[in-house]
């Protein structure tokens, strides 16, 4: 058995967790592979703290195509093979015509939320421009989202399901850069990759729109440390990468965009 409520009190998700530790336990018992309904990065990345230091059973994360945000969690045995191609996530293609009437990406999940799905069904969502969008979802919802989905705004849209090779992902843009700051302050930082005024940058990270490593933070002082990810909503991302002590005493520090 695995020491539930020692896990729990290392987590903030702990609903979450405490449900992902139950399928745990059931895959222990049952030597077969138990599948989680799709997990926010916040909570996949508690979980693949917690399932690295146990020994017991191991865990395989996927969510339609490698760069997905949202995945879903196969929990086996460790002498129980299992592979990605064993988590069900089907696609579904939502067309429409979006030029006089753009859509977003929450228009998209008001809509199939809408239909009387909860969230924990429904992957990443990809918004296409003027022609719609794609989304991932869980095996059994395909059929139901075929029929119900039929509007996003004021746009009539007809729903399909396609093959994952289908998607249109676009893969990021990367650029590297190299900064010299006084401090590892986050706002310091951040305004430098995002290329935003530090006052701006602060006024954000205070907002809530701001996460490292998928976790809130809301003080612009937090310091920043090598292998952090900084995701700024709409904006994108950056990895925090070496950090080197100069001779005047100040840091020097390798990002990573992604946008």
């Known amino acids: 058995m695995l020491p539930r409520e020692e896990l729990l009190k290392k987590v903030e998700n702990k609903e979450e967790i405490a449900r992902i ?29 917690i399932f690295s230091q146990l020994t ?40 429409g015509n979006f030029l006089f009437d753009t859509a977003t990406h929450r228009d998209f999940l008001g809509s199939i939320l809408g239909t009387g799905i909860v969230r924990e069904k429904i ?28 509007q996003v705004r004021s746009v009539p849209v007809k729903t399909t399901r396609i093959e994952l090779s289908d998607l249109k992902i676009r893969p990021p843009k990367i650029k590297g850069m190299t900064t010299v700051e006084a401090s590892l302050r986050l706002d310091a930082v951040a305004s430098f990759g995002f290329g935003l005024s530090r006052s701006k940058m602060a006024e954000a990270i205070s907002n809530g729109d701001v996460r490292i490593n998928w976790k809130e933070i809301t003080q612009p002082s937090y310091n920043i440390k090598q292998g952090d990810l900084v995701s700024f909503r709409g904006k994108g991302r950056l990895e925090i990468g070496e950090i080197q002590v100069t001779k005047k005493e100040r840091y020097r520090i390798s990002l990573t965009k992604f946008v």
């Not at 879903?72 to 069900?88: L, M, T």
């Open 56 to 95: 017991e059973v191991k865990i395989i994360p996927w969510g339609g195509y490698p760069q997905a945000e949202r995945q879903r969690v196969g929990i086996h045995r460790e002498e129980v093979f299992a592979d990605e191609s064993q988590i069900p996530v089907a696609a579904l293609d939502i067309a």
């Open 123 to 150: 992957g990443d969502i990809i918004v296409l421009g003027e022609r719609g969008a794609q989304v991932i979802v869980v095996e059994e919802m395909v059929n139901f989202l075929e029929t119900s989905l039929v």
């Open 21 to 49: 530790i139950d399928k745990a336990q059931q895959a222990i018992k049952t030597w077969e592979l138990v599948v989680s309904d799709f997990l926010s990065p916040p909570v996949l990345t508690e979980i693949n703290q």
